[in-house]
C-alpha cells in the first residue's frame, strides 16, 4: 500500500477505505511501528476511517518490531480493544473513550512502561467493565506508588512483573470488582500479592479469586482472607517451594472455624495447586478440611457446603495414591 500514485496500490487504498468505513470488528498485524505519513497509518489507524467500529485489535507479526504506538484516536463507538506486543500512548488519546468496556493490554517485550503509564490509560476507558494486563513488565526506576481508579470494573485479570523494592508501588482501586486473576512473578517478594489482598481486592464483595504467586502461602494470608466473606472460588498456585509447617497452617485455617468465625464461610470451590516439596500428608489434611466444612454446613453453621475441590501437584504423581485421594474426595462431595 505504500507504492505511491501505481494503480494497484490505488485501487487497494480505496478498496480498504471503503471497507474500513463499514467494518465493525478489525484486526491489524503490524510488521513494525508505522509510519505516520504511510498509507497503511491513514487508513488503518485513523480514527475517521472506522466510525462503526466496536472491536478493534492490533498486534505484531511474529519476530517482528514492535514499540509505543502514538496519536492514534479510537473510535467514539469501540466497546473492545485488544492491544497485543504494542503499547498506546494513552495521553495522546483525547478525549476519554466512554464506550470501552473490555480492554486487554499485552504489551510483551516493552520495558519502558510505568506505573503512571498504567494510570494514564485506565483514566482513558473510565467505564472499563473487564481490563487484562497481560505480561506487564513495570519500568519503576525512580517511581512513586500510584492507584489505578476503575470505579465500574467486574472482572480484572493481571500477569505482572515488579522489580525488587516496589512491592507496594501498585494498588487497585476497584469498588465494583466481583472476579480477579492474577499471575504474579513475585521471587522472594511475598509483600506484592499480600498488599493486592490488603488493598486492591474489593474484599466484601469479591467472588472468584485466582492468585499464583512464588512465595510462601501463610497466616499472614490466613488473615487477609479473613475479609473476602463473600468469596465463592478461590484457586491458588504456589509456584515455588512451600514450607510444610506453613501449608499445614494455612490448611488447617479453613478447616477450623476460628473467633471471626469461618474464612470464606462462602466458599463452594477450592482448587490448590503445588509445584515443588510434596508432602503426603496434604491430601489426608485436604479430606478433613472438607469433612470439616461440610459437617458445619449441614449442621447450618454459617458456612457454605464445598461442591469442587481439586488438588495438584507436580510430584503427586503415584497413581494409587492420587487414585486413593480422588475417589475419596469424591465421596465426600457427592
Known amino acids: 500500500m505504500d507504492q ?57 507479526i511474529p519476530n517482528y518490531e514492535t514499540g509505543i504506538l502514538e496519536h492514534i484516536p479510537l473510535s467514539a463507538s469501540l466497546t473492545t480493544l485488544y492491544l497485543k506486543d504494542f503499547w498506546l500512548e494513552w495521553s495522546a488519546v483525547d478525549p476519554i473513550v466512554p464506550s470501552l468496556r473490555t480492554v486487554t493490554l499485552a504489551p510483551s517485550h516493552i520495558r519502558k512502561i510505568t506505573p503512571r503509564h498504567l494510570v494514564t490509560a485506565v483514566e482513558k476507558m473510565p ?41 507496594r508501588i501498585l494498588t487497585f482501586r476497584v469498588p465494583s470488582l466481583l472476579e480477579a486473576k492474577f499471575k504474579l512473578m513475585d521471587w522472594g517478594r511475598p509483600g506484592v500479592a499480600l498488599h493486592l489482598l490488603r488493598t486492591s481486592l474489593n474484599a466484601p464483595a469479591l467472588c472468584r479469586l485466582s492468585l499464583a504467586t512464588f512465595t510462601h502461602i501463610d497466616e499472614e494470608w490466613l488473615r487477609a482472607l479473613k475479609e473476602f466473606r463473600c468469596l465463592e472460588e478461590l484457586r491458588l498456585k504456589v509456584l515455588g517451594k512451600v514450607d510444610g509447617q506453613v501449608t499445614k497452617e494455612f490448611l488447617e485455617g479453613f478447616t477450623v472455624a476460628g473467633p ?5 464461610p462462602r466458599l463452594v470451590c477450592l482448587r490448590l495447586k503445588y509445584s515443588y516439596s510434596y508432602y503426603d500428608w496434604v491430601p489426608p489434611a485436604l479430606l478433613k478440611l472438607v469433612r470439616a466444612r461440610n459437617a458445619a454446613a449441614a449442621g447450618n453453621a454459617g458456612v457454605a457446603r464445598l461442591q469442587q475441590v481439586t488438588l495438584r501437584w507436580v510430584q503427586f504423581d503415584a497413581a494409587e495414591r492420587v487414585d486413593a485421594f480422588e475417589a475419596s474426595l469424591r465421596e465426600l462431595l457427592s
Open 4 to 60: 505511491g500514485d501505481e494503480p494497484l496500490a490505488r485501487e487497494v487504498f480505496n478498496e480498504i477505505r471503503a471497507l474500513t468505513r463499514r467494518a465493525r470488528v478489525a484486526r491489524i498485524e503490524l510488521p513494525a511501528l508505522p509510519n505516520p505519513g504511510s498509507q497503511v497509518w491513514h487508513i488503518l489507524l485513523m480514527e475517521s476511517q472506522w466510525p462503526m467500529l466496536e472491536k478493534f485489535t492490533i498486534s505484531a
Open 260 to 264: 471471626s468465625g469461618w474464612t470464606c
Open 127 to 167: 467505564n472499563v467493565e473487564e481490563l487484562e494486563l497481560v505480561a506487564v513488565e513495570l519500568s519503576t526506576r525512580h517511581a512513586d506508588p500510584v492507584t489505578l481508579l476503575c470505579p465500574n470494573l467486574h472482572k480484572l485479570r493481571v500477569r505482572l512483573k515488579l522489580p525488587l523494592g516496589s512491592e
